[in-house]
């Protein structure tokens, strides 16, 4: 099984709000990663952890918060967030941080009002 | 710098017409090649990872290949619902194996 699942599929907030997207993976999977893609281009990494640390963060700003409470489960915390930060956000896993192809969940479609 | 080019950018055939991706890169000392599909408003699905120079993969009308310089998707015979977006990433920057350098996409419509 390589399925990556994440909640919700579609979420609409206002810039004022303060949401949480989830990831769960049961592959026993040591790292974890959060992508931004927007629209006609490729995924931008974010996040990057590995066996439950935060070993990459790409300069991303503060209102995104990741955070991983064991190995299955990734959270992004949002708050505060911009029109601009509206896309397809994903979720992958992969078996370890050396060279491992990395599966993708289906993401979830944020527009931020 | 490491940097990954796909063409063409969009690509469209008929159904059964025959046709190749490319992926070229350029990175020192390559420790893999992944080539992933995706539907809009999907995360990107997992197809092959090719190693090395010569390797080449097949899945069902799918087969990637491997040079020193670039990889290719020949899609043999294709069908509408192979209509996708097709990426290609190499570890990176710098091989580092937990990042991703992807590619700009390669848009494949094929008409019935």
């Known amino acids: 099984d390589t399925e990556v699942t994440q909640t919700p599929k579609h979420l609409v907030m206002g810039m004022t709000n303060k949401k949480s997207l989830k990831c769960e993976q049961h592959?026993?999977?040591?790292?974890m990663y959060w992508y931004k893609q927007k629209a006609k281009k490729p995924p931008e990494l974010m996040f990057v952890?590995?066996?439950?640390?935060?070993?990459i963060n790409e300069s991303v700003p503060s209102r995104f918060s990741p955070e991983c409470p064991n190995s299955s489960l990734l959270n992004l915390h949002l708050h505060a967030l911009q029109p601009e930060d509206s896309a397809l956000y994903l979720c992958?896993?992969?078996?370890?941080?050396?060279?491992?192809?990395?599966?993708f969940g289906p993401g979830t479609r944020l527009t931020v009002t | 710098e490491d940097q990954v080019t796909q063409s063409p950018e969009a690509l469209r055939l008929q159904e059964g017409e025959s046709s190749s991706l490319n992926c070229s890169y350029t990175?020192?000392?390559?420790?893999?090649l992944f080539w992933y599909r995706q539907d809009p408003g999907k995360g990107p699905e997992f197809l092959f990872t090719?190693?090395?120079a010569g390797e080449e993969k097949e899945k069902e009308r799918l087969k990637a290949t491997l040079t020193k310089k670039e990889s290719f998707l020949h899609i043999t015979a294709p069908k509408p619902e192979d209509s996708a977006t097709y990426l290609c990433?190499?570890?990176?920057?710098?091989?580092?194996?937990?990042?991703?350098?992807f590619g700009g996409g390669t848009r494949l419509m094929v008409k019935p």
């Open positions: 952890y590995s066996y439950e640390k935060l070993s």
């Open positions: 090719l190693y090395s």
């Open positions: 992958a896993s992969s078996a370890g941080t050396s060279v491992y192809e990395q599966y």
């Open positions: 990175v020192s000392g390559l420790r893999g």
């Open positions: 990433a190499v570890p990176g920057p710098n091989n580092a194996g937990n990042m991703l350098t």
């Open positions: 592959m026993g999977h040591r790292a």
